[in-house]
């Protein structure tokens, strides 16, 4: 295309012409990511933050950059006809800085009591957390010792001694607490607990 333009056009120039690619479009912080472009011409990379790497470019090429937060690369080609640009975005996973909780209330579906203990199922929903972002370790969030399930595992929380029996895991779906009672709690009245959390710190997983 760009031999026919030449021949038509030779005096004045081609209108430009530019395509850029992020593959892939979405990666935990600080993993690699590979830009591919096609363009009329050589022309100008850039990121919005700014990533003081890139610059000018040939006019088609590759170049694997590793963004630290969500990032909007672009590549800009100019001609006699004007400049055009074309964008692509990587979406960034930040792991969170702070535990989430996962809580079920006694009285729900899924729950029970019975003597000697008491469980509640937590449900957490498939749009809570990034897909990316997965169990690391699930640590008691009320003080008392814990069977968490999971996915298919589980795994034992007692306080001060964070689990990592259900590490890589995902976040979303059905999670049973399983507890004893304590002196002076008793199943059906007020002595019992009104609901049961376990908290979980996340990694970001490809």
């Known amino acids: 295309m760009r031999v026919l333009c030449l021949a038509s056009v030779l005096a004045l120039g081609c209108a430009a012409t530019a395509e850029l690619r992020a593959r892939p479009e979405s990666v935990c912080m600080g993993r690699a990511v590979r830009l591919t472009w096609d363009a009329s011409q050589s022309g100008e990379l850039s990121a919005e933050p700014v990533d003081p790497e890139l610059g000018e470019v040939e006019a088609s090429g590759q170049k694997t950059v590793k963004p630290r937060v969500t990032t909007t690369y672009r590549l800009r080609v100019g001609s006699l006809f004007g400049s055009v640009a074309s964008d692509a975005t990587v ?5 969170p800085a702070e535990p989430a909780a996962i809580r079920g209330a006694t009285g729900d579906e899924g729950s029970g009591c019975a003597p ?8 957490v929903p498939g749009d809570a957390w990034d897909a990316r972002l997965r169990v690391n370790q699930v640590s ?5 010792a814990y069977r968490v399930e999971h996915a298919g595992r589980s795994g034992e929380v007692t306080p001060g001694a964070p689990s990592d029996a259900l590490r890589d895991l995902p976040i ?35």
């Open 116 to 123: 000697g203990r008491m469980w509640v199922t937590a449900r």
């Open 91 to 95: 979406k960034v996973v930040n792991v």
């Open 140 to 144: 008691t969030a009320d003080g008392r």
């Open 172 to 206: 979303a779906g059905a999670w049973k607490l399983a507890t004893a009672l304590r002196q002076g709690e008793t199943c059906g009245d007020s002595s019992a607990p009104e609901s049961l959390a376990v908290s979980v710190d996340f990694v970001c997983a490809d």
